[in-house]
């Protein structure tokens, strides 16, 4: 007869879960009140001790070390969760999408990770680390089909989602932030043209082009600006009829009051 199992010991499932209870309590006041949150406040807030936050996190720089592995770690899964279920190009823009929006709420960690704070790295850099790979798996994939800058690295996408948070936190609009991040990564897929484009000189730029809207009013598709003629507002003749549709249509609007009356003098 085989000896039935034996029983994990309660005390280390405990310490286990109260080590959960404090990360978490911390990653969310952390992101809610910024780092500078005390360890007796996460304690309270968690419904422990002090001394158990201090027996599993001796000192606040190991505790902001650990918040900050456990959202990498995050973000890891979701690269995996990504791959698994979206074509390589999709997969790639819809996570660093959701990093920017589910970072914009988060600053604190963003400013943390780009600042020298000087506490323990070996968890946080190994952290790092696995995101590079998921981030860096992401990235081949999408640059094999196709679907991304073929001179774009991981480190390119990191900086981006960094500086992407941060516009995406300080925009009043959540809405128009979200459209403004598609817009940045449109961004970096494959140009369609043959040659890379070049900054100009504005002055020697018509000058309504340095006022056309670079992206389509309606659906935000980039537009090709031309350097003569009308500058364009709409990707195309669909776009240009919904935004039309929208339009408040007055009763009579004087150009087709004076259109009429020229034609009926004529």
């Not at 932030?177 to 897929?189: E, F, H, I, N, Y």
């Not at 369609?192 to 309504?208: L, M, N, Q």
Request: contains cysteine; proline residues 8%; aromatic residues 4%.
């Amino acid at each position: 007869m085989a000896a039935p199992p034996t029983p994990v010991p309660t005390g280390r499932a405990d310490a286990r879960r109260n080590r959960e209870i404090v990360l978490r309590t911390a990653m969310r006041l952390f992101a809610e009140q910024g780092l500078e949150v005390s360890l007796g406040t996460i304690a309270q807030h968690a419904g422990v001790g002090a001394g158990t936050v201090y027996r599993h996190f001796p000192t606040k720089g190991i505790l902001i070390e650990a918040v900050l592995a456990e959202h990498l770690a995050d973000l890891v899964a979701a690269a995996d969760r990504w791959a698994a279920r979206a074509a390589p190009g999709d997969a790639l823009f819809g996570f660093l999408l959701e990093v920017i929006e589910d970072s914009a709420g988060r600053q604190p960690f963003c400013d943390a990770l780009t600042a020298d704070r000087g506490w323990p790295r070996a968890v946080l850099a190994a952290a790092s680390q696995r995101l590079h790979r998921a981030l860096e798996r992401l990235l081949d994939d999408a640059r094999q089909a196709g679907a991304i800058r073929a001179d774009l690295r991981a480190e390119d996408l990191t900086a981006l989602t960094f500086g992407g948070a941060a516009l995406r936190s300080v925009h009043r609009d959540p809405a128009r932030g979200s459209r403004l991040m598609r817009m940045l990564l449109d961004g970096l897929r494959p140009h369609p043209v043959t040659e890379p484009d070049s900054f100009r000189d504005g002055s020697a730029v018509p000058r309504h082009e340095s006022t056309v809207p670079t992206y389509c009013e309606e659906c935000g598709t980039r537009l090709h600006v031309r350097p003569t003629g009308r500058p364009p507002r709409y990707c195309g003749p669909t776009c240009r009829q919904r935004a039309h549709r929208r339009r408040p249509t007055p009763r009579q609007a004087p150009e087709n009051a004076r259109g009429g009356q020229e034609s009926s003098s004529s």
